[in-house]
């Protein structure tokens, strides 16, 4: 996926209030933009750090950029904009590129589905095989030994999501749960049970139902994020 119109670089001044940031630009004008993640970023948004803005060009847009990568005292890059998730993958699903995913005709975002009012993130399907339903999730949250965890924080949302894909791996379809892991420093994903206990325990009874677990790298750039590799994943 490439950045078009191409990112702007700034200096992070501070985030807050959740979805908004200040940004120094090139040019020292200070900006406000939006912050387009729920979580709380940890690591991922230090004062000084090196960020790119997408310009939306629409000067009568509440905050007209948004904040897309960061570049962190390591020089790895991070993607914190969370809906490019849902993006990447859908586009290395389409270009074949994720091996285990390969062979559905149709492939569908934000359909309606299960017993809690959900939207699943993409639904692939084929007449010759079963549906299957892929819930995708960003992982940002890096440990000092390399290891990418999620959540970042406690997440009902993602609960719920792993319920779902519980009772759709019951009744006989494909369900798979995948961790787009947008920070370049990330070697192996595995869970954050110290930040929610309870998502670690949901995520184990759907592996027991059948729930299939991918973790798939992308290699964030300032000018595109690429399909990197399928990484290890450790409960």
Known sequence: MKFNPPLIAGRLVRRYKR?????????GSIITAHCANTGAMTGCAEPGWQVWLRDSQNPKRKCRYSWE?????QGNYICINTTRANEVVTEAINNNQIESLRGYSQCT????YGEENSRIDLLLCDPSRVDCYIEVKSVTLLTDDGVGLFPD????RGQKHLRELTTIAQAGQRAVLLFAVMHSGIEKVSIAHHI????GQLLQRAIDAGVEVIAQRFA????RIEVDSIISFTL
């Open 109 to 112: 975002r934000e359909v309606r």
């Open 220 to 223: 964030p750039h300032p000018e």
């Open 196 to 199: 929610d206990a309870l998502y």
């Open 153 to 156: 924080a406690t997440t009902t």
């Open 69 to 73: 990568l960061v570049e962190n005292a």
């Open 19 to 27: 979805f908004l940031a200040d940004v120094e630009l090139i040019d």
